[in-house]
């Protein structure tokens, strides 16, 4: 978590901490699929005592999926306050275990990708943009650890009239 928080902070300029821990609710868990409905994981974070934090990114072990699809590495509330990232299939999930380097640079990118849904950006067709939709690692691994110069200029503007005051 330190390493993923230090990656954060070179590119976001905002404070970031790291929380305790806590236990998945149950009522996300669903049984069949032996996953995370990574929505209700959402609906958690919003419910806990976090009225202090500008946004939450939660990350956890757990393979997460939301209905219209077998899996998802995250999500995000769209111009919302939460994100959630899963390091299951990123760290490898069954098929052999990534090195830390790489593990922590998948993590980097699916946190700035969800992060960046929370300050209203969509997904991004340019290629190699941070803000791509990736269905799976190959994609995830190719794409930039940067935004294009549009999605760029779209997180500049929402800082600037957002965080001034």
Not at 131 to 153: H, Q, S, T, V
Request: aromatic share 10%; glycine share 10%.
């Amino acid at each position: 978590m330190r390493r993923l928080k230090q990656a954060l902070g070179r590119h976001l300029p905002l404070k970031i901490r790291i929380l305790p821990p806590k236990p998945l609710p149950p009522a996300a868990y669903h049984v069949v699929r032996d996953q995370y409905h990574s929505t209700g994981l959402l609906e958690y974070l919003l419910n806990e005592d976090n009225e202090d934090s500008y946004r939450i990114l939660g990350v956890t072990g757990a393979d997460l999926y939301i209905p219209i699809f077998t899996f998802v590495f995250g999500e995000a509330q769209l111009q919302g306050k939460a994100a959630v990232i899963s390091f299951f299939r990123p760290a490898g999930a069954g098929l052999g275990r990534v090195s830390r380097p790489i593990l922590i640079q998948r993590l980097t990118k699916l946190g700035l990708h969800e992060l960046g849904h929370t300050f209203g950006l969509g997904h991004c067709r340019q290629p190699g943009c941070l803000m791509g939709f990736a269905e799976n690692l190959e994609k995830l691994d190719d794409k930039d650890m940067e935004l294009c110069p549009y999605c760029r200029i779209l997180l500049e503007d929402y800082f600037r009239n957002n965080l001034s005051s």
